[in-house]
């Protein structure tokens, strides 16, 4: 099987040579022992402005194989829009979608293209992810989401997850395209959620494998300020909204906003900061309300499943 | 005796009607969906359960 490796980077000067080694190993490695062919490690950069770009330019001149491409976006138009530009660039079977602020154990690639042989119905399988800080301790183990669309821990370590942990992942390509990518709208932040309910809906299993290692900071290129903190909490409102609208049935999405109404509301009455910022959220998305429409039905036609099966299955978790 | 009887014919009847909706559930769930459809019902469980017991 090919794989290509995509990642986002955005001043990540601290992190690049550290990855770009523990990448290189790891593909020799997978290519040696494993059997796999790791064929290219794509670069989409948005609009950095330190010298992360010049070191990983370096190693791309170095080395051949695999191949390191080079994608410069003029300006940061978020980690979705990237991460389409660098799957559709990829012309390989398996695509492994990382975030810069990591590094990777030497085969853990090997497992994740065993799972991928196995399962033919596999579209995302997520490695075990540990601290980058403390490699003895594991900070995810995938993602479960309640009924309107909160974050839940995969508490009971099974292997079968609603979602995968947005820091690393790898994706069988076709299913990819065919659920038609991540939404560029959501920028960042929730994005692991819609792609993973569409990916079920859809009839793709998405799972843990326990034996792959990657080790991450979490939160390693991003700034930490009151405004990108205010930003981050904005996004993750609006996309969780947004999620349920694109995903859910009428019905369950009537009872599910009702509730989120509720459950915000609750939030809002903690500070008058944070009442703000969801109100603005719900704003943005009343004003985007035409394209999440839009969206609504595109996916429509691609679901197979509906989210009772998936509550069933025990992929969405009670609140 | 006429007591049993008469339980006897509603537990008959509970019996028929259940049998009756578990049928026409099934009838449904193949006529109402895609070839499809119904191959990923069938088996996404499966291969679930396959990995998470392997």
């Known amino acids: 099987m090919r794989i290509s490796i995509v990642i986002v980077n955005r001043n990540s000067e601290v992190f690049a040579s550290k990855l770009t080694e523990s990448l290189i190993h790891s593909c020799k490695n997978c290519e040696r022992i494993g059997g796999c062919n790791c064929e290219e490690i794509i670069i989409v950069d948005n609009a950095s402005t330190d010298n992360s770009l010049r070191i990983f330019e370096e190693c791309s001149k170095k080395i051949t194989k695999p191949l390191i491409k080079i994608v410069r976006l003029r300006r940061n138009t978020g980690f979705c829009y990237a991460v389409n530009i660098g799957v559709a660039l990829a012309n390989t079977e398996l695509v492994a979608i990382l975030n810069p602020d990591l590094y990777v154990d030497a085969d853990w690639l090997i497992p994740i293209i065993e799972d991928f042989k196995k399962h033919p119905r596999l579209g995302v399988v997520q490695p075990l992810i540990c601290w980058y800080q403390n490699p003895e301790q594991i900070q995810s183990t995938g993602l479960y989401a309640d009924f309107v669309g909160n974050y839940k821990g995969n508490i009971f370590n099974s292997k079968t997850l609603l979602a995968p942990f947005g820091a690393a992942y790898v994706v069988r390509r076709s299913a990819f395209v065919e659920i038609g990518g991540l939404d560029s709208f959501y920028f960042m932040y929730g994005d692991e959620l819609d792609l993973g309910l569409r990916m079920w809906l859809a009839g793709w299993i998405i799972m843990l494998e326990p034996k792959s290692k990657v080790y991450h900071y979490m939160g390693g290129v991003t700034p930490s300020s009151l405004y990108l903190k205010h930003l981050k909490y904005l996004l993750m409102r609006q996309n969780q909204v947004i999620t349920l609208i694109k995903s859910l049935s009428l019905k369950s999405l009537f009872i599910a906003i009702s509730l989120l109404i509720f459950v915000n509301i609750f939030r809002g009455l903690k500070s008058k900061e944070t009442l703000r910022t969801i109100l603005i959220a719900y704003y943005r998305v009343l004003r985007n309300i035409r394209y999440i429409i839009m969206q609504r039905y595109r996916y429509l036609r691609k679901k197979l499943l509906n989210e009772e099966i998936l509550r069933h299955w025990g992929l969405i978790r009670p609140i | ?54």
Do not use: C, W
Not at chain 2, 17 to 22: A, G, L, S, T
Not at chain 2, 29 to 52: D, F, G, H, Q, W
């Open chain 2, 1 to 54: 005796m006429k007591k049993y009887y008469v339980i006897g014919v509603l537990l008959g009847q509970f019996k028929l009607r259940h049998d009756f909706i578990f049928i026409k559930t099934f009838v449904s769930i193949i006529v109402e969906n895609t070839p499809k459809r119904l191959l990923v019902l069938l088996m996404t469980p499966v291969s679930i359960y396959a990995i998470n017991y392997s």
